[in-house]
């Protein structure tokens, strides 16, 4: 079987031998080689770093890059590498994950290689759906790794979310990217478990400067953003998005259920200066989480999910509050809602594209050790699962609906109460009385509210028979469930 060589492929890569030493890489369909003759060098970094530190992590800081040369289709341009990964995992048993990156005409470009023990085809599934769905998202590949003439085992190749790639593959062409600071000395690591979170993370101080000359500017909304997140003034943060791509990044996000690239440093955020709007990036970076992990699997819960699919620990991450104020509001979820049905109508295609990233990357899989590959499949079965549970639960929860009324012959009055996660639509003698009434709200951290609706039906002779309640999100009439009383009040 052929595999289509990516557009950065058949690269070499040296550096100066007077002063970091020489190394290379090419790609062809399944190796990446990456010859670093001076290896030390960048081991002396790793030293230095962990031996100052008191907890298992690299800061950005620490990271330093090594210059060199990048020959792409025969032409010669200087180039970097480095480390990549603040965590110890990126730097355990002599396997290591780098960031390189070069300059063309087109500006600069960048890649990564990470070893395959922190990132596999499952992360791949999972954003090449986001892409396919025109979230800000990035997808790569599997490779096996040759370094310094030695096979490193399997890697991730994939092009970074970085300025070049959104400008080149998306919408945006004047923003900035925001992320906080991936200093996990701070106090709220729990235990030996870094924490990606900090209590400063609505604070505008805490986020990361970069190079970017608008970046003062974005700061300048983050802080705004913030401000609102902490009065909770929903109303001013649905200002700040994009309502249609806020209600696609959550719908998806709920499918996989993982909100660890949703706190903290993994969050990062675009402030797009045309649109005057944040945009988060997609960037996830694990199969999904069972939903039963840390909550029983209801639907009743299916808001609430995501944000506990890590654990009590992440829950509280502070900028979190600002996904579920949005979601508790009704016009938002409603918008948010109409998305998850799209993704159930469409299961059957999300799953075969599940399926086909795995295959696409069995090559490069099959060639790991058997204990190894075990891992992998019990990876992209269990993502598979995971995704069926989140349809069978999305499922229950649009299609869920009680109706209880209750007719005053003497007032010509219905009160209603739609026991309904979806808007409700009513109807008489085919007259549309009420529409898009939400039964069911939330409390800004996401407890349901119930509450009745008075509706005047001014007519001689009511009968229940021709009351209709449609359910405004699924278009289905709903037929079971449907309680009508009559009382008089005189």
Not at 77 to 85: R, S, T, V
Not at 89 to 112: A, P
Not at 449 to 473: P, Y
Request: hydrophobic share 40%; proline share 2%; net charge positive.
């Amino acid at each position: 079987m052929k595999y289509v060589i990516l557009l950065f492929a058949f690269v070499l890569i040296s550096c100066s031998e007077t002063k970091i030493g020489k190394a290379s890489i090419i790609h062809d369909s399944l190796y990446v080689y990456l010859n670093i003759l001076e290896q030390e060098k960048l081991d002396s970094i790793k030293k230095l770093a962990f031996t100052n530190l008191d907890t298992p992590f690299m800061n950005s800081e620490s990271k330093k890059w090594v210059k060199g040369t990048i020959t792409l289709k025969g032409t010669k341009y200087d180039a970097q590498i480095k480390f990549h990964g603040t965590n110890i995992k990126h730097y355990q048993d002599n396997k290591y994950s780098y960031s390189i990156k070069w300059k063309d005409s087109l500006g600069t470009n960048f890649f990564k290689l990470i070893k395959g023990e922190e990132a596999f085809p499952a992360i791949a599934a999972i954003n090449k759906i986001a892409l396919n769905n025109k979230l800000i998202s990035s997808s790569g590949s599997m490779r096996i790794g040759i370094i310094n003439g030695l096979n490193k085992g399997v890697y991730y190749l994939v092009e970074p979310l970085k300025h070049n790639n959104i400008k080149r593959n998306f919408k945006h062409k004047e923003f900035a990217i925001l992320s906080h600071t991936s200093d996990w000395s701070r106090k709220e690591r729990n235990g030996k478990r870094p924490s990606h979170w900090s209590k400063n993370d609505l604070f505008a101080g805490h986020i990361e400067n970069n190079k970017n000359p608008l970046f003062p500017k974005a700061l300048h909304h983050y802080k705004l953003l913030s401000e609102d997140i902490i009065k909770k003034n929903t109303g001013n943060l649905k200002a700040k998005v994009d309502i249609d791509y806020m209600a696609n990044y959550l719908a998806l996000a709920l499918i996989f259920n993982d909100v660890h690239f949703m706190t903290g440093d993994n969050l990062k955020l675009l402030y797009d200066f045309e649109q005057e709007k944040f945009y988060p990036l997609f960037r996830i970076e694990s199969e999904g989480i069972p939903f039963e992990t840390f909550l029983d699997t209801n639907f009743i819960e299916l808001n609430r999910f995501l944000f506990h699919s890590q654990g009590e620990h992440y829950s509280k991450a502070p900028f979190l509050q600002f996904f579920a104020l949005l979601i508790s509001d009704t016009e938002f979820r409603i918008k948010r809602d109409k998305y998850l049905y799209q993704f159930l109508n469409n299961k059957e295609n999300i799953i075969r594209e599940i399926e086909k990233v795995h295959h696409n990357n069995s090559a490069v899989m099959n060639l790991i050790e058997e204990d190894k590959k075990y891992i992998h499949l019990n990876r992209a079965k269990r993502q598979k699962n995971i995704v069926k549970t989140a349809f069978s639960l999305i499922s229950k929860y649009l299609n869920y609906a009680h109706i209880y009324c209750t007719y005053d012959k003497s007032k010509k009055q219905l009160s209603f109460n739609a026991d309904s996660f979806c808007p409700i639509d009513v109807y008489y003698n085919d007259k549309l009385l009420l529409a898009n009434h939400s039964g069911i709200n939330f409390t800004e951290d996401l407890k349901l509210i119930q509450s009745n609706k008075e509706l005047k039906i001014d007519v001689n002779l009511f009968s229940a028979k021709r009351l209709m309640f449609i359910n405004s999100i699924t278009k289905d009439t709903i037929k079971q469930h449907v309680y009508v009383n009559f009382i008089n009040s005189k």
